[in-house]
Nanobody, 124 residues
Framework: QVQLVESGGGLVQAGGSLRLSCAAS????????MGWFRQAPGKEREFVAA????????YYADSVKGRFTISRDNAKNTVYLQMNNLKPEDTAVYYC?????????????????WGQGTQVTVSS
């Protein structure tokens, strides 16, 4: 089993920045890739970004390319999501997820473990 704990959410004005963290514990050796997803009120959960755990390959949703950066620190078993130039439409609960299989991508059903989520609110 893998446990994931997100942190770093909060309230920020449009144009501002936040950095989310996701700390993994447990059988972290089983992780191949990790991703960030978000869910706004009344909407389905959507993919934001993903990164391979060892090689560092990254994948982004078009809506966040150029504004968000995903990175990882293997020594700390932590994945980060740096979010710059935030917009009100970025408001959502952000979830971290881990995939045990050799792929890096946006499919929600591919991910085996999920964190509890952290709220990000962007005011206009």
């Amino acid at each position: 089993q893998v446990q994931l704990v997100e942190s770093g959410g909060g309230l920020v004005q449009a144009g501002g920045s936040l950095r989310l963290s996701c700390a993994a514990s447990g059988r972290t050796s089983s992780i191949y890739s990790m991703g960030w997803f978000r869910q706004a009120p009344g909407k389905e959960r959507e993919f934001v970004a993903a990164i391979s755990w060892l090689g560092g390959s990254t994948y982004y949703a078009d809506s966040v390319k150029g504004r968000f950066t995903i990175s990882r620190d293997n020594a700390k078993n932590t994945v980060y999501l740096q979010m710059n130039n935030l917009k009100p439409e970025d408001t959502a609960v952000y979830y971290c997820a881990a995939d045990r299989n050799p792929r890096v991508g946006p499919r929600i059903i591919s991910y085996d473990y999920w964190g509890q989520g952290t709220q990000v609110t962007v005011s206009s």
